[in-house]
């Protein structure tokens, strides 16, 4: 497999930067048993597959064949990488099917990829090469009995360890980037994670669900839960009665002053770590304090509010969605015991893709724990139909499920998360809030806030994902995009394309004028950037806050040769000189 970077190719209306593998394919079995193939990708990929026609020259029965493998390579291949952190978010393109030349036995594939910013050629030709072994094994049925279990085995023990270090977005940033794709946004990858979202005047920055207008501060006092309780007591804002322990002296002389139940939790952990609930006595406050201190010294006690943990997610001003935070638990059948169920829900998990797996279920001691607490033990057969908790709160470590309650929610309940997340500066928040009754207002049933996420977890559960569209509607109201004109000429497209600059400047749109050599702000002075070709000094308006439109001026060569930053204009205007 050897690899291309071609600095454009034809495909629409705009070049962009791409990369082109060339695979070497043999020809596959004659009776070639496509469903079995199908079955396997569907086993793992995340859109159902929807294969096209077949070109009309692909006469040949062989390369007929072979056109619906590298059809298949060229889907499979960015789905590997996008669940390895890489967002690799179209499918590639086939270019060429060549017949064996000078006696070969194997026919050439040319598969076209887009090009990430910042990601390593080399992690392409990883994935492409597994998805290419793997297609042909299966293919020939040479994976064995269950070639999906020996897949999910082979990439846990050698694939997943090679590409998941180079991953630059975390779940949360690939359900953003995902969403801004589907909702014809256009981004980029700038480095180390932090991704371009829109043009010019509408550009964000976005570091997993975190955006650049997210107030540094606010940030950082909602990473310590001390302090974001400090600042919501001050505002006026329910939260918990709480207090600063050292030790384990300090600890029992606040649980005295505070009385029981309690809550233990480290000073600047999320997702639900080290945290013990429910605590009635001594010993139980001592295990908690062990199990806390495991991320170190101070310690927070707090009282326990009544009632469940509700997530409402705050995006620019909007509530999202609102869902009740549910531990794991099991469905029982009337039939199995729990540890049976147990059983069965990790054998489950193992069905799926190692990146779709929840935490497994653990029959371990808070496991027990929290049976007792409900009467049952681990050989107790549930009723058909009724969920048995494992653990006590819902946490990332262990998982949870979650209740869709937006419907539900008191519009008082939604204000005070609107509140919440206003006085923290943050533009996306998740704002914890435990209550009795999310449809009853907070002041009426002691409901506080429990934490500020200012990093929330997006695309995570049903909730989340039907809320993405709805979130990036919200950020992005006008899409994203700005106004961006070509003109294809010599001195004739330059002139046009000032002209109507200066046409959108008058009608109090700030268009920027660019060739390969020189740029142009809105008043037709120039604009100055350390930029040496056409794609940097695109790139640099497009990343300009201050740009509202973009009108290019290039040559018919630079048209036909050279890749540009964009996915695509409002137009293309061919300018012929006189």
């Not at 724990?369 to 107790?380: H, I, M, T, Y």
């Not at 209550?435 to 002041?443: S, V």
Request: hydrophobic share 45%.
């Amino acid at each position: 497999m050897t690899m291309t970077t071609l600095p454009s190719l034809a495909d629409g209306t705009i070049r962009q930067p791409q990369q082109v593998l060339s695979i070497r394919l043999g020809p596959l079995p004659a009776d070639m048993d496509w469903p079995l193939l199908d079955g396997w990708l569907h086993a793992w990929l995340e859109q159902p597959l929807v294969e096209p026609a077949l070109p009309d020259a692909a006469h040949d029965p062989v390369e007929a064949q072979l056109q619906r493998l590298a059809w298949r390579i060229a889907v499979a291949t960015p789905a590997l990488l996008r669940a390895c952190g890489i967002p690799l978010l179209a499918d590639g393109k086939v270019l060429a099917i060549t017949p064996p030349q000078d006696g070969a036995a194997s026919w050439q594939c040319d598969i076209a990829f887009a090009q990430l910013d910042g990601v390593p050629a080399a992690l392409l030709l990883q994935a492409c090469d597994c998805c290419v072994r793997w297609l042909q094994a299966v293919a020939w049925q040479a994976a064995g009995g269950d070639p999906v279990a020996a897949f999910f085995q082979s990439l846990v023990q050698d694939t997943l360890p090679r590409l998941l270090p180079h991953a630059i977005a975390a779940p949360s940033g690939m359900a953003l980037l995902q969403a801004a794709a589907n909702a014809g946004i256009p981004w980029r990858h700038e480095g180390n994670g932090v991704f371009q979202l829109g043009w010019g005047v509408h550009l964000r920055h976005a570091f997993t669900s975190r955006l650049d207008s997210d107030s540094s501060i606010g940030i950082r006092a909602a990473g310590n839960k001390q302090l974001a309780a400090q600042w919501l007591r001050q505002a006026g804002l329910p939260t918990a009665v709480q207090r600063l322990v050292g030790n384990g002296e300090q600890a029992s002389a606040a649980a005295q002053e505070l009385g029981w139940p309690l809550v233990v939790k480290p000073l600047a952990r999320d997702r639900g770590e080290g945290v013990s609930t429910g605590i009635g006595n001594r010993s139980q406050l001592q295990l908690a304090l062990d199990k806390a201190a495991h991320f170190g010294w101070p310690l927070l006690l707090e009282q326990q509010a009544p009632g469940v943990c509700h997530r409402i997610l705050v995006v620019g001003g909007r509530v999202m969605y609102v869902v009740k935070r549910l531990p794991v638990a099991v469905q029982g059948d009337g039939v199995r015991s729990i540890q049976a169920l147990i059983d069965a829900a990790n054998l489950q998990q193992l069905a799926l893709p190692p990146w779709r797996r929840a935490p497994p279920l653990r029959a371990d001691d808070d496991t027990r724990a929290c049976l007792r607490e409900a009467g049952l033990q681990l050989a107790s057969v549930p009723a058909a139909g009724a969920w048995i908790a494992l653990r006590a709160i819902e946490s990332s470590a262990d998982g949870g499920r979650d209740e869709d309650m937006l419907a539900a929610a008191h519009p008082d309940n939604l204000a005070l998360a609107l509140r919440a997340a206003a006085l923290f500066g943050l533009e996306v928040a998740g704002i914890d809030m435990i209550t009795p009754d999310i449809g009853q207002p907070w002041h009426a049933n002691g409901a506080i806030i429990n934490e500020i996420n200012a990093a929330p977890a997006l695309g995570a559960s049903q909730s989340s994902r039907d809320a993405m569209p709805r979130l990036m509607q919200q950020l992005f109201p006008t899409g994203g995009r700005i106004p961006v004109e070509l003109f294809v000429g010599g001195a004739m497209a330059e002139a046009a394309a000032r002209q109507r600059r200066d046409e959108l400047q008058r009608a109090g749109v700030a268009c920027y004028f660019t060739t390969a050599q020189h740029s142009e702000d809105a008043t037709g002075q120039r604009h100055h950037l350390a930029c040496d070709s056409l794609y940097q000094r695109c790139l640099a308006l497009l990343s300009d806050r201050s740009v509202g439109a973009l009108m290019i001026a290039v040559t018919p060569e630079q048209w036909r040769e050279e890749a540009l930053p964009l996915d695509r204009v409002a137009r293309v205007l061919q300018c012929a000189d006189a």
